[in-house]
Antibody, heavy 118, light 110 residues
Framework: EVQLVESGGGLVQPGGSLRLSCAAS????????MNWVRQAPGKGLEWVSY????????YYADSVKGRFTISRDNAKNSLYLQMNSLRAEDTAVYYC???????????WGQGTLVTVSS | SYVLTQPPSVSVAPGQTARITCGGN??????VHWYQQKPGQAPVLVVY???DRPSGIPERFSGSNSGNTATLTISRVEAGDEADYYC?????????????FGGGTKLTVL
């Protein structure tokens, strides 16, 4: 059974940093591209970042480019999102999502809440 | 950037058919995917590549895509179908790939 479990969310002050993790199991993690998708309270889904299976190709949404860094450790079956210079508008539930080569997200984690507030 | 437009809400009585639209410029040339999200839960893929269903998704869920509108159709609606539904496409028009979601449609079962 595919499982994605996020962790690392919490309350952080504006300008602060946070590192999210996503532990994957039930599939060959190193064979799959992965993404982070977020959802602000009461709002819709927003794609945040993509990483290829090897980690050699990375993309970011314009809203987080230069502040967030996606990475992965295939030996540990883990995906990460380093978030710096956080803003109030980054407040959201952050989901890690497995990606298919047909450009859709077939499995999602349960999400971790990040709250940016003073 | 590419924009997907969904109605904020759709209401339907149990047993009837719900149709949720997703509008975009020439969306018929793209593959459209649909997700169901119930309160407090993660999204679940219900239709991919316009009209295919993942294993475990009832045949009551179907999709179509043509011109400037994609449609998710839910036949014989049940109370358990009440949820938010999001369409999604891949957009390559900018300097790098973008994965775009519609604003979401809240399906209410009367």
């Amino acid at each position: 059974e595919v499982q994605l479990v996020e962790s690392g969310g919490g309350l952080v002050q504006p300008g602060g940093s946070l590192r999210l993790s996503c532990a994957a199991s039930g599939f060959t993690f190193s064979s799959y591209e992965m993404n982070w998708v977020r959802q602000a309270p009461g709002k819709g889904l927003e794609w945040v970042s993509y990483i290829s299976s090897s980690g050699s190709t990375i993309y970011y949404a314009d809203s987080v480019k230069g502040r967030f860094t996606i990475s992965r450790d295939n030996a540990k079956n883990s995906l990460y999102l380093q978030m710096n210079s956080l803003r109030a508008e980054d407040t959201a539930v952050y989901y890690c999502a497995r990606f298919t080569d047909a450009d859709y997200f077939d499995y999602w984690g349960q999400g971790t809440l990040v709250t940016v507030s003073s | 950037s590419y924009v997907l437009t969904q109605p904020p809400s759709v209401s339907v009585a149990p047993g009837q058919t719900a149709r949720i639209t997703c509008g975009g410029n020439n969306i018929g040339s793209k593959s459209v995917h649909w997700y169901q999200q119930k309160p407090g839960q993660a999204p679940v893929l219900v239709v991919y590549d316009d009209s295919d269903r993942p294993s475990g998704i009832p045949e009551r869920f179907s999709g179509s895509n043509s011109g400037n509108t994609a449609t998710l159709t839910i036949s014989r609606v049940e109370a358990g179908d009440e949820a938010d539904y999001y369409c999604q496409v891949w957009d390559s028009s900018s300097d790098h790939p973008y994965w775009v979601f519609g604003g979401g449609t809240k399906l209410t079962v009367l």
